[in-house]
């Protein structure tokens, strides 16, 4: 598995040129670019500037693990669901153009006042039409395990991802607090998505939050070579903290070498 980072928060004011920099110095392989930051990357760019951000990452060596959309799909307002699927369709050509291999979307909540399995039911055929487009043009479409009132519960990622019933059709493990059961585990609900799993958010990988060594063990046995990418909060040193992060991972995963090889 490979490590890169999120730019959601750490790299959130950094054009593409220092997350390169940053992602070169601290041994991070790629980049999930998220939108609305300061990298720029999106839908508006001409077809000169997407084919120049392809052009930027592959010369630099680091990948564009995918690219971070907010488009979701569990509002009320049929029109504005059809809206974000329209805006996820937009997004998956500008991965395409920049050579990302998937988008991300995601469910951000569920309705009080409507049955889950309804709004379940809404976001899958949803997903599924963004990702039989997707398909077409190479993109992958992985909805995050996020979001309040249980759209985070991987019970209903499973839910949806039964009535997308799409092979396109992926998930983003979150690292989501309440994942695990009265024994601290993860193993249940990792079961229930780990057949779907394309891509790996972690968070803050040195503090006893989260059972680290559950997931990265789970995501070894499954031989899971996708992205882990780090969410993390910006830090007034970034290389040195970003540094730290990447021995971490390694003594997680079981790659901790002395020289480094890349």
């Known amino acids: 598995m490979k490590l890169g980072m999120v730019t959601y928060n750490m790299g959130k004011d950094m054009d593409c040129p220092q997350l390169t ?34 052009r930027m990452f592959e010369d630099s060596a680091i990948e564009i693990a995918g690219l971070g959309s907010a488009f979701e799909y569990h509002a009320k307002d049929l029109e504005e669901v059809k809206k974000n699927i329209e805006g996820s369709i937009a997004y998956a050509q500008l991965a395409a153009d920049v050579g990302a291999p ?24 949803a997903l599924r039409q963004v990702a039989t487009f997707a398909e077409g043009i190479g993109i992958e479409v992985r909805l995050e395990v996020h979001g ?41 609900n990792f079961d229930l998505l780990k057949d779907k799993i394309a891509l790996v958010h972690i968070t803050d990988i040195g503090i006893y939050q989260y059972p680290w060594q559950e997931l990265f063990d789970n995501l070894k046995a499954m031989n899971y070579q996708g992205y882990c990418l780090a969410e993390v909060q ?3 040193q970034p290389e040195r903290f970003m540094k730290y992060y990447r021995t971490l991972f390694d003594l997680y995963t079981g790659n901790y070498r002395y020289p480094q090889r890349r």
């Open 234 to 236: 910006y830090n007034q």
């Open 148 to 188: 309040g009132g249980g759209s985070a519960d991987p019970k209903n990622i499973l839910k949806m991802m039964h009535y997308a019933d799409h092979p396109n059709a992926l998930v983003c493990w979150n690292s989501n607090p309440g994942e695990q059961d009265e024994n601290g585990s993860i193993q249940a």
């Open 102 to 125: 998937g988008i991300k979307v995601r469910p951000n909540g569920l309705h009080k006042d409507v049955p889950i399995e309804q709004t379940c039911e809404q976001i899958g055929k």
């Open 21 to 54: 920099k940053l992602c070169q110095e601290t041994g991070l392989q790629g980049v999930e670019l998220r939108t609305t930051h300061a990298h720029g990357v999106e839908v508006e760019l001409t077809k000169a500037e997407r084919a120049e951000v392809k």
